[in-house]
Nanobody
Framework: QVQLVESGGGLVQPGGSLRLSCAAS????????MGWYRQAPGKQRELVAG???????NYADSLKGRSTISRDNAKDMLYLQMNSLKPEDTAVYYC??????????WGQGTQVTVSS
C-alpha cells in the first residue's frame, strides 16, 4: 500500500507561481511512476506531468514550459512547480503513483485557484 498526501495548493493571481508537494508513505520502494493529474469542474481528470523511476519526465501540452515535476526519492516527496499560472489552470490537483504490480494510488487532492 502507498499513501499520498498533497499540499501547497491555494489561491494565486494570474501570472503567479505555486509549488505543489506530495508526501508518499508506505511501500514507496515499489513505486515505478508518479505524476500529477488535475480535474477542473465539469471536465475529466487529466495527466499534467509525470516522472518515471529512471527520472524521465513528460508534460501535458497545457503546462509544458510552465511547470517542472521533480521527485526526491530520499524524502519520498514529489513536487510540481508551476509558473505563469492562468485561470484555466484552476482545478483540483491530484498526486498519483503506480507500483510494480500496476496498482494505482491517489492522494485526496489539493485545490489550485488562479484568479485576480
Amino acid at each position: 500500500q502507498v499513501q499520498l498526501v498533497e499540499s501547497g495548493g491555494g489561491l494565486v493571481q494570474p501570472g503567479g507561481s505555486l509549488r505543489l508537494s506530495c508526501a508518499a508513505s508506505g511501500s514507496t520502494e515499489s513505486i515505478v511512476f508518479m505524476g500529477w493529474y488535475r480535474q477542473a469542474p465539469g471536465k475529466q481528470r487529466e495527466l499534467v506531468a509525470g516522472i518515471a523511476g529512471g527520472g524521465t519526465t513528460n508534460y501535458a501540452d497545457s503546462l509544458k514550459g510552465r511547470s517542472t515535476i521533480s521527485r526526491d526519492n530520499a524524502k519520498d516527496m514529489l513536487y510540481l512547480q508551476m509558473n505563469s499560472l492562468k485561470p484555466e489552470d484552476t482545478a483540483v490537483y491530484y498526486c498519483h503513483a503506480v507500483n510494480r504490480r500496476a496498482v494505482f494510488y491517489w492522494g485526496q487532492g489539493t485545490q489550485v485557484t488562479v484568479s485576480s
